[in-house]
T-cell receptor, first 112, second 111 residues
Framework: KAGVTQTPRYLIKTRGQQVTLSCSPISGHRSVSWYQQTPGQGLQFLFEYFSETQRNKGNFPGRFSGRQFSNSRSEMNVSTLELGDSALYLC???????????FGSGTRLTVV | GQNIDQPTEMTATEGAIVQINCTYQTSGFNGLFWYQQHAGEAPTFLSYNVLDGLEEKGRFSSFLSRSKGYSYLLLKELQMKDSASYLCAGEEGAGSYQLTFGKGTKLSVIP
């Protein structure tokens, strides 16, 4: 059974650009969550999608957005990149609430 | 919301037992997860406690006391490969669908 797949693994962008990250959940998982991980703040919740609907959003500016497609794949977008957006972006999928979250290997974004 | 605290770093000897504590202040709390994360890798699921008490799974055990806002992860017969960060995460309830993580405890296992 394939795990959670995130692409790309590494990305370097310039300040002011925008970026789109992709996440393919485990087959059959309909919930997809996104987290930002930095050395100083640890893992912080960005948003969660279920059946193409955003059910919850964390305390991040509107530059961070996401969506989920009918096949449960999800994308997150960050516009007008800032140096502070450099982080590991992790996606996690779950078949349903309370069933555990399986994380992908993440996309490491560096903003220069 | 939740505030999750855990020690930043710990060191233990190969073959020993180590306990990593996690305290939280929460409203609408649903359950508590422990994840292991090796440097540069994805967090991997270790345990989930929703009821008070001890859950044992091989060399790893996890304990939860909801009334005290306290959990711990117990690692027995430590191996060098157990050197990693251990993340405590509270699951928000009541339709929140999110995990709130502590900043992680970096465990170093020494010979």
């Amino acid at each position: 059974k394939a795990g959670v797949t995130q692409t790309p693994r590494y990305l370097i962008k310039t300040r002011g650009q925008q970026v789109t990250l992709s996440c393919s959940p485990i087959s059959g998982h309909r919930s997809v969550s996104w987290y930002q991980q930095t050395p100083g703040q640890g893992l912080q919740f960005l948003f969660e999608y279920f059946s193409e609907t955003q059910r919850n959003k964390g305390n991040f500016p509107g530059r961070f957005s996401g969506r989920q497609f009918s096949n449960s794949r999800s994308e997150m977008n960050v516009s007008t990149l800032e140096l502070g957006d450099s982080a590991l972006y992790l996606c996690a999928s779950s078949p349903e609430l309370d069933s555990g979250y399986t994380f992908g290997s993440g996309t490491r974004l560096t903003v220069v | 919301g939740q505030n999750i605290d855990q020690p930043t770093e710990m060191t233990a000897t190969e073959g020993a037992i180590v306990q990593i504590n996690c305290t939280y202040q929460t409203s609408g709390f649903n359950g508590l997860f422990w994840y292991q994360q090796h440097a540069g890798e994805a967090p991997t699921f270790l345990s989930y406690n929703v009821l008070d008490g001890l859950e044992e799974k091989g060399r790893f055990s996890s304990f939860l006391s909801r009334s005290k806002g306290y959990s711990y992860l117990l690692l027995k017969e430590l191996q060098m490969k157990d050197s990693a960060s251990y993340l405590c995460a509270g699951e928000e309830g009541a339709g929140s669908y999110q995990l709130t993580f502590g900043k992680g405890t970096k465990l170093s296992v020494i010979p």
